[in-house]
């Protein structure tokens, strides 16, 4: 408080297991004083101890979401950053929220998918996914609303080792939260913003400011529906064509456009680049396809994946094409949280089959963990499934953890893969008492 003459101080709260002050006998002491229900009480009673302390000072609080577990603190000013439900638990109880959830405002995750974007921490924040943020939830009523005091970019530096790279990932994202932020909703025009924004990367350019632009970067999309290996191709500006190869080389001006309806039917190195007034601009995407018997086949999924870890929909693990050795963040891992998962594929018809290949993201330090086992079935009609062939996952040092299932020359319609989720995160561990992450990549059916 000697230092820092501002009205708020911020008390963190945040990722507090409770674990170890259950078998605390000073916790558990406290806990019978006080008359205290359990350890969520237990740490309000001492965030409202610290309101008191800090309100004499003439203080307000602010803590991370974690302080509403337990009850909050009378004045208390809370920052949502594990998504939006505990920003709006706050505001419906009449307390002020800044809006700061990961998937909008933490830009220290990675803001493309291309290969040679620097390390980051992880999940994937694209600059038009922070334009498209709205602070203020249509959970509350214009009186709640009025306790939305705004939105936060969080920036944290484990990765982060100089002012350079500090810049790259703060600048343009921060100027499209300030403008969501500023401007409000009704004012919001993506297309506008770009065209903005490129005037002041000319004069970033001439301040040395080492900013990230992906504007003209492609976005490439290939998801499997039953019908095929469907492709999408954008950039962020939404300017230009996007024209594609298939043998590894780089489009030229005169090569096919991608349009609207590509279908993939073959193996090979496909190439994308955006092209404006004629000429390349942005960085050009690859997929490298190996069709195997399951591409372009449907799949129906017993849960769906997180919001923030769909890749290109349900069909990406069918689309022949491999996710990162590196992230989980690609257009082609889905991510489950904490939920088993069933996958059922259809073939179209009744095929031989050799053997399933699957892949698996295991980073216990970012709470993902490989399933412990995996199971396969098969069957000939919907619904009917025989031999069922179980095995248990083995992990070792690298981030991805391959399983190979032998179905021995079985011959069937539909595959039948269930995905046993590791479950709760052991004590000692990152996450610990949480339910772990599951990440899949491509199912491939041989």
């Known amino acids: 408080m000697a230092l820092f003459p501002s009205p708020y101080i911020h008390i963190g709260g945040d990722e507090c297991p409770k674990v170890q002050w259950k078998t605390n006998a000073t916790a558990q002491q406290i806990i019978k004083r006080e008359k205290l229900k359990d350890e969520h009480e237990l740490q309000s009673y001492f965030i409202r101890r610290m309101e008191k302390f800090l309100n004499q000072h003439g203080r307000q609080i602010i803590g991370w979401d974690e302080i509403l577990e337990g009850g909050l ?12 439900e505990g920003g709006i638990e706050a505001a419906k109880q009449g307390h002020n929220v800044i809006m700061t959830p990961t998937s909008y405002c933490y830009i220290d995750y990675y803001q493309s998918l291309h290969a040679d974007e620097p390390l980051a921490i992880g999940g994937f924040l694209p600059l038009e996914k922070v334009y498209s943020y709205n602070p203020v939830p249509s959970e509350l009523n214009a009186e709640q609303a009025k306790h939305i005091l705004g939105a936060q970019a969080n920036l944290w530096t484990e990765y982060i080792k100089d002012l350079s790279k500090l810049q790259y990932m703060a600048y343009p994202r921060a ?29 970033w350019k001439k301040e040395g400011v080492n900013f990230g632009n992906h504007l003209f970067d492609v976005k490439v999309q290939a998801s499997s529906d039953g019908t095929g290996v469907k492709v999408s191709a954008s950039n ?41 007034d004629g000429k390349p601009s942005g960085r050009s995407a690859k997929l490298d396809v190996s069709f195997h018997k399951g591409a372009g086949k449907k799949i129906t999924l017993s849960t769906e994946p997180a ?21 989980y963040n690609d257009a082609e891992w889905l991510g489950f949280a904490g939920k088993d998962v069933v996958a059922i594929i259809d073939l179209g018809k009744p095929t031989a089959l050799k053997q399933v ?30 031999k069922v062939l179980s095995s248990k996952v083995e992990v070792g040092k690298d ?3 391959t399983n190979n299932l032998n179905l021995k020359n079985a ?19 990152p996450g610990a008492g949480s339910r772990a992450w599951l990440f899949v990549d491509e199912i491939v059916v041989e």
Not at 308 to 313: C, K, L, M, P
Not at 411 to 429: D, H, Q, T, V
Request: a positive charge.
């Open 236 to 276: 962020p500006a939404n300017q230009g064509t996007i024209k594609y190869v298939a043998d590894g080389t780089m489009p030229a001006a005169s090569s096919a456009n991608v349009g609207s309806n590509l279908v993939l039917n073959q193996s090979g190195q496909y190439v994308f680049q955006s092209f404006v």
């Open 399 to 401: 981030n991805i953890v």
């Open 357 to 386: 290949k699957l892949r698996f993201f295991n980073n216990p330090g970012q709470w993902v963990y490989a399933p412990k086992q995996v199971q396969v079935s098969w069957g000939k009609q919907e619904g009917s499934f025989g």
């Open 175 to 203: 100027q499209a939260l300030a403008e969501v932020t500023w401007s409000g909703e009704a004012k919001k025009n993506f297309a506008d913003f770009t065209s903005r924004l490129m005037v002041h990367m000319e004069r």
């Open 307 to 327: 919001p923030q870890y769909r890749g290109s929909g349900n069909g990406s693990v069918l689309n022949g094409v491999i996710g990162s050795n590196q992230r």
């Open 73 to 84: 603190a009378p004045n208390a000013t809370v920052m949502s950053w594990r998504g939006t």
């Open 411 to 429: 011959k069937a319609r539909y595959l039948k893969l269930e995905f046993s989720n590791y479950g709760e995160i052991p004590a000692g561990a």
